[in-house]
């Protein structure tokens, strides 16, 4: 599988939900706060671009602000991203840290393009209130709600099994 991971605000590639998925991926730790959204917009590309270069198609595996990033670039490059309680618009950034990042991404919305998106969403959520958004979601993609859980992924067990879908296009 080649799979390229976008972590969220405030997390990391260390975290439990990506080092035990027993995948090797690819992926670069980005400081969302210190870096302009233009200089994440750069990394972020060089990446998938790179992963594309490889004989297996490129799934990107996005969380919380990786989800938002993860679902650009799977839209602009037509690839698949499985988008794990991830930010579907900036208009859903409500805490005082990420607010003031909102002027600068706002200026990529709307994405252009098309994706094979997975959404894969826990419905307690705590951060992300992602109701709203749930019919439109619905229309851009395949879309696994889970009641309960919470911002930072409770049920992790479910990661390879959105990853299994998207590898073998059994829902595309």
Do not use: C
């Given at each position: 599988?080649?799979?390229?991971?976008?972590?969220?605000?405030?997390?990391?590639?260390?975290?439990?939900?990506?080092?035990?998925?027993?995948?090797?991926?690819?992926?670069?730790?980005?400081?969302?706060?210190?870096?302009?959204?233009?200089?994440?917009?750069?990394?972020y590309d060089e990446i998938v671009l790179k992963a594309l270069k490889l004989e297996d198609e490129p799934?990107?595996?996005?969380?919380?602000?990786?989800?938002?990033?993860?679902?650009?670039?799977?839209?602009?490059?037509?690839?698949?991203?499985?988008?794990?309680?991830?930010?579907?618009?900036?208009?859903?950034?409500?805490?005082?840290e990420t607010l003031p990042l909102v002027p600068q991404y706002s200026a990529y919305e709307p994405f252009?393009?098309?994706?094979?998106?997975?959404?894969?969403?826990?419905?307690?959520?705590?951060?992300?209130?992602?109701?709203?958004?749930?019919?439109?979601?619905?229309?851009?993609?395949?879309?696994?709600?889970?009641?309960?859980?919470?911002?930072?992924?409770?049920?992790?067990?479910?990661?390879?099994?959105?990853?299994?879908?998207?590898?073998?296009?059994?829902?595309?």
């Amino acid at each position: 599988m080649n799979l390229v991971i976008f972590h969220g605000f405030g997390s990391s590639l260390s975290n439990p939900r990506y080092t035990q998925l027993g995948i090797p991926f690819t992926g670069v730790p980005v400081d969302y706060q210190k870096l302009s959204v233009d200089k994440v917009y750069e990394i972020y590309d060089e990446i998938v671009l790179k992963a594309l270069k490889l004989e297996d198609e490129p799934i990107i595996l996005g969380h919380s602000l990786g989800g938002w990033w993860a679902r650009l670039f799977a839209k602009k490059y037509h690839t698949k991203a499985v988008l794990l309680n991830p930010v579907y618009s900036v208009s859903m950034i409500t805490s005082e840290e990420t607010l003031p990042l909102v002027p600068q991404y706002s200026a990529y919305e709307p994405f252009k393009g098309q994706g094979y998106l997975l959404y894969y969403i826990e419905l307690g959520d705590e951060v992300l209130n992602f109701r709203p958004y749930l019919n439109e979601i619905k229309n851009e993609g395949y879309m696994e709600l889970i009641e309960g859980g919470h911002h930072r992924i409770q049920y992790p067990e479910n990661i390879p099994i959105m990853l299994s879908k998207a590898e073998n296009s059994l829902i595309l």
